[in-house]
């Protein structure tokens, strides 16, 4: 099939739920279909099954927990051309379509910066430095991104970059380039994947803060967040420097946070389907705030 979406729901029942949500506010505001990767420990709701083009139900990798099983999105897409996201995200407006026909004829393209040194990668949970990784792995640069939207062609390139991530994660050095992350066995995906795109001279994609494909939530000091508008913007202090607005299509609620925010607007997508409500009570946010967490900032300083 030509393009669509691609989410994973792997372990728990919570993270289907979160991913109907993001089915929800696509099929708002896209036309191209989305679907979703399970594995034997999720039970597929059937009220779900209008939100999806394909329920992928596919083997467990015992090396790989939780976000690195972004590591296999290249062999069980059923897309030419393909956009992970996040279960956790949402999309607010139709101006993704701009976005597709700016990564198209790109092997692999995500928004970042690169970095050659400092700290990278950085949250509550972990951080590593970009001088360090330089030299162990002989890089000119990291690519330093949030992994939540990833956009690939179904090309040697970007098997190339998926083939490189599992041989750094599978490598001697998967300590020195990671480190855990939220449940017990899990690494942050972003070291390794970032890394990869470094070693394949794959640059990121680097647009000013207020024309991004995805805005994340760590770090926010206010937000203005409407769906119904397709407004999404919100106010960030980057290390040491003046705050920034920071604006786009995709809301990337990491860790669900700001929760309440993020239930609001997942219930009412849902109440315009005929949904449930979510359960509050099953879902805390996990803070992945960072007082050094970088990320590129083009527009000039005052």
Known sequence: MPEGYLAIAFDDNRYLDIAANLALSIQRADTRPISILINSKVKFNPDYTPLFDQVIEINDDSSLRGAMNKARLFDHTP???????????????SRIEFFWRKYNGHPFAVEG???????V???????????????????PYITVF?????????????????ERVLEYYEGP???????????????????????????????????????????????????????????????????????????????HFCGLAPIETYF????????????????????????LNDAGHRENILTPEP
Not at 113 to 119: A, D, I, L, N, T
Not at 264 to 287: G, H, S, T, W, Y
């Open 146 to 162: 949030n992994a939540g939207v990833m956009y690939f062609e179904r090309t040697p390139v970007a098997k190339a970059v998926f």
């Open 79 to 93: 897309y030419d051309k393909t956009m992970y996201v996040d279960a956790d995200c949402l999309l607010f407006n």
């Open 121 to 139: 990668f950085s949250c509550s949970l972990g951080e590593k430095d970009a001088a360090e990784l330089c030299r162990l792995l002989k890089l």
């Open 113 to 119: 910066h690169k970095q050659k040194e400092g700290s």
């Open 264 to 287: 609001a607007i997942a219930n009412k997508l849902r109440k315009e389907r005929a949904l449930p409500p979510m359960d509050r009570k099953q879902f805390q946010p996990v803070i």
């Open 173 to 251: 050095h998967r300590d020195a380039i990671g480190y855990r992350y939220k449940h017990p066995g899990e690494y942050a995906d972003e070291p390794f994947f970032g890394t990869a795109l470094a070693s394949l001279n794959i640059p990121p994609f680097q647009p000013p803060a207020t024309d991004r494909l995805q805005v994340t939530t760590p770090n926010i000091l206010e937000a203005t967040l409407d769906i119904d508008l397709g407004y999404v913007a919100v106010v960030k202090p980057p290390a040491g420097k003046y705050q920034h607005i920071w604006s786009g299509v995709l809301c």
